[in-house]
């Protein structure tokens, strides 16, 4: 038995040797352990050179022990408990936390696959079997039925068109089904899927979406162009239009072809004549747009110009169009769009993909088991819907992760407010919850299992602290202590001398004369802080004004003004409309007279000289020490 003892407790000393050889302990501020690590990842961070200097490590340790010194006290302090620190804290967690929480490299095929499909046209028809996502099972089974039946006899043969004019719960079906031409991004994920795997000329399998449940046929599928800039002129021909109609738009359009072929000035025509207002509030004209952003006879008539050339009329869906070729570009890299890809995919459903995939290798990582008899057992129990209402919940094992069990009770608190899938699909429903908890683990484990993480957690951490604490400290009450500002700057006043003297007051620009002569007699004794307000309210009105006042601290040789008229060197250049100029003031030689006049200063310096007396105050208040051996193997691995 002692041998067993004696073994284990030998087994944990060399554990924890092993670990502290592999990350030793650096330093100790206040009993708070700073690894080797996490002082090389700020240190590299911060240096300028990889080169490991002596002297600037040891100087940048004693700034390192003065930041955690900070950190500590705002740590007494209860800084780090406040809400609104955990908050900020929680909200750098989740952005840094989000990469590490999906498959890049699903997403990156995501990428690729959303930038080839901009990049192609794909014409299509389908039929669509309405339903809700929360519809009910039994509504849902409906639904397939009918989509399945409807497949069956399109892919024997029956036409597609009458089908979906006979079946369809879309409003295309008066088209016969029929969507026309679009490119990748237009759709949602499962529907563009559909359209850009099934062969040309056949029909894809039944498949649901947020509307129901589709089938696609897809008629053809070919490259886009690219960008293009262009301009047009439209007369429109409403759906319900009579023969009349029709004919009176076909004929406006072929008398403006017409005339602009006697005459190149299209943007005028485009301007008067087109029923398109707003382009024809812009000549006509169209910013560049990607192929798929208009109908497909206006883009196929486009790509057929030349830079500069307009085409004949043509009819698209909404009526007569003549086109002008502007300028033309190739598709952009995918990088250049990868930020809007990356908007569109966040807004579908295929933006869980990299969290599925990911989750499904952390399954196998983390020894994922799941109990399919007690799972089969609560979704077949009628004690399933008394979960729901939060009776009678058991703490049945439905799987276990690294060892951590997940119950039915847990089960059902997640479904407890997410109807839209334990209505349709309890398999998929426990998927997710699968899913949720299996990323929320890992999620917690990613300080350990990622080091450059956990650091910058850590940075992020102390940042916050160290910010939050040195304002309290230091910063806001140099700024508001002007009882401290002046005695600080009359203890230092040496230090705030002047090389040159400095004059300090007004300088007051007058329209005339009359007004100086009034001005000055005003202002004789008046105080300070009066004269600007006095003089503008004698002398100025919403329309008039007859006095300019600037007030301030001027060096000799810093305004051509002061320097003429207080100093008596250069020459005065009276302003047009305020000739006469005058200065009340007082000329200072040496120095400032108050830390008003230097404020800035004062305030900048007062800061170090509070944040000296504290760091004095901190050493004396958390013990300190720095492990010598440690930091001479800094970046020496």
């Known amino acids: 038995m002692k041998k067993t003892v004696l073994f284990l407790f030998s087994s944990v000393c060399l554990s924890i040797c092993t670990a502290q050889i592999k990350d030793p ?19 590299n961070k911060n240096s300028a050179s990889a080169v490991t200097d002596q002297k600037s490590l040891d100087e940048y340790v004693d700034l390192f022990v003065n930041f955690k010194l900070k950190v500590a006290e705002a740590k007494a302090q209860g800084i780090d408990t406040t809400k609104a620190f955990i908050d900020e804290l929680s909200g750098y967690r989740r952005q840094l936390a989000a990469p590490y929480l999906t498959d890049k490299d699903v997403e990156e095929a995501l990428v690729k696959e959303a930038y080839e499909r901009i990049k ?4 299509t028809s389908h ?39 006979e079946n369809s719960e879309d409003g295309s079906k008066n088209n016969g089904g029929y969507l026309g031409y679009t490119t990748g991004g237009h759709f949602v994920y499962e529907f563009e899927n559909a ?3 099934t062969p040309v000329g056949e029909i894809s399998k039944p498949f649901r979406t947020q509307f129901g449940y589709h089938i696609v046929k897809v008629h053809s599928r070919y490259p886009a162009n690219g960008l293009y800039r262009s301009g047009h002129i439209l007369k429109i021909v409403s759906p319900t239009a009579t023969e009349e109609e029709k004919a009176a738009a076909k004929d406006s359009i072929f008398k403006i072809y017409n005339a602009l072929k006697n005459s190149e000035d299209f943007r005028l025509y485009a301007t008067k004549h087109s029923d398109d207002k707003n382009a024809a509030s812009h000549n006509g004209e169209y910013g560049f747009l990607f192929c798929g952003s208009l109908p497909i006879e206006y883009e196929k008539n486009i790509f057929k110009l030349k830079v500069g050339e307009y085409s004949e009329p043509f009819q698209s869906r909404y009526g007569w169009h003549i086109v002008k070729a502007l300028e033309f570009k190739p598709y952009p890299e995918m990088d250049a769009l990868r930020e809007n890809i990356n908007t569109n995919i966040a807004r579908d459903k295929c933006s869980q993909f990299g969290k599925m995939a990911l989750a499904e290798k952390l399954k196998k990582e983390y020894n994922y088991t799941c109990n399919r008899d007690n799972l089969e057992a609560f979704f077949g129990s009628s004690g399933y819907t ?14 276990t992760l690294n060892g951590v069990t997940f119950t039915q009770k847990q089960f059902a608190a997640f479904l407890k407010n997410r109807k839209n899938l334990y209505s349709s699909n309890l398999n998929d ?18 300080e350990k299992k990622y080091p450059e993480f956990g650091h910058l957690m850590q940075e992020y951490s102390d940042g916050i602290l160290l910010f939050d604490v040195s304002n309290r400290e230091v910063w806001e009450k140099a700024s508001v202590d002007t009882v401290g500002l002046e005695a600080y700057f009359n203890t230092n006043k040496a230090n705030y001398a002047w090389a040159k003297p400095h004059y300090k007051g007004f300088i007051i620009h007058c329209a005339d004369a009359r007004v100086a002569k009034k001005a000055k007699k005003m202002i004789k004794k008046m105080p300070a802080d009066s004269i600007s307000v006095v003089l503008k309210r004698a002398f100025n009105t919403d329309s008039t004004t007859l006095v300019k006042i600037e007030r301030g601290l001027y060096a000799q040789g810093s305004n051509a003004d002061v320097d003429f008229l207080v100093f008596k060197q250069g020459k005065l250049e009276p302003k047009e409309n305020f000739p006469e100029i005058f200065v009340q003031g007082k000329k200072l030689k040496k120095g400032p007279e108050s830390y008003m006049d230097v404020r800035g200063l004062v305030i900048s310096d007062y800061q170090n000289y509070l944040e000296q007396k504290w760091i004095e105050k901190l050493k004396g208040k958390f013990k300190v020490n720095v492990y010598k051996d440690v930091v001479n193997t800094v970046n020496k691995n």
Do not use: H
């Open 25 to 43: 302990i650096i330093m100790d501020i206040g009993g708070n352990a700073v690894t080797k690590s996490e002082f090389e990842y700020i240190w």
């Open 120 to 123: 192609t046209y794909v014409e």
């Open 127 to 165: 039929i669509l079997i309405s339903i809700r996502p929360d519809d009910c099972p039994e509504d849902t089974l409906k639904a397939w039925q009918k989509i399945s039946k409807i497949y069956q006899r399109a892919i024997q043969g029956e036409d597609f068109a009458k089908l979906a004019k």
């Open 195 to 197: 359209a850009f795997k």
């Open 386 to 399: 008394i979960a729901l209402a939060e009776k009678s919940v058991s703490d049945i094992p439905l799987f």
């Open 429 to 446: 429903a426990f998927d997710s919850f699968v899913q949720q908890e299996v990323l929320s683990y890992e999620d917690s484990q990613l």
